[in-house]
Nanobody, 119 residues
């Protein structure tokens, strides 16, 4: 059974940076791809980034390209989301989720961490 736990959220001003962490445990095949998603109040959940096991393949939503970087340290079973140049529109609950492939489905989810960016 895959277990995921996010940390690193907080309240920052526009232009600041945050690094989110996702600690994962479970069968390696079930966490081959880890994605970061976000959901703001009244909006649909959005996949913002994803990374495969070896870190070679990544995905970024257009809204975060050039500002967010996803990485993983398999020795620590942790996936990171470095968020730079944060904007108020980045405010959301951020979740990490695991899948066997980039196409999903993402069957395992963490509890989420709140990111709030003030203007």
């Amino acid at each position: 059974q895959v277990q995921l736990g996010e940390s690193g959220g907080g309240l920052v001003q526009a232009g600041a940076s945050l690094r989110l962490s996702c600690a994962a445990s479970g069968r390696a095949a079930d966490i081959y791809v880890v994605g970061w998603f976000r959901q703001a109040p009244g909006k649909e959940r959005e996949r913002v980034a994803a990374i495969n096991w070896d870190g070679i393949s990544t995905y970024y939503a257009d809204s975060v390209k050039g500002r967010f970087t996803i990485s993983r340290d398999n020795t620590k079973n942790t996936v990171y989301l470095q968020m730079n140049s944060l904007k108020p529109e980045d405010t959301a609950v951020y979740y990490c989720a695991a899948a066997a492939g980039f196409a999903g489905p993402y069957n395992s989810w963490g509890q989420g961490t709140q990111v709030t960016v003030s203007s």
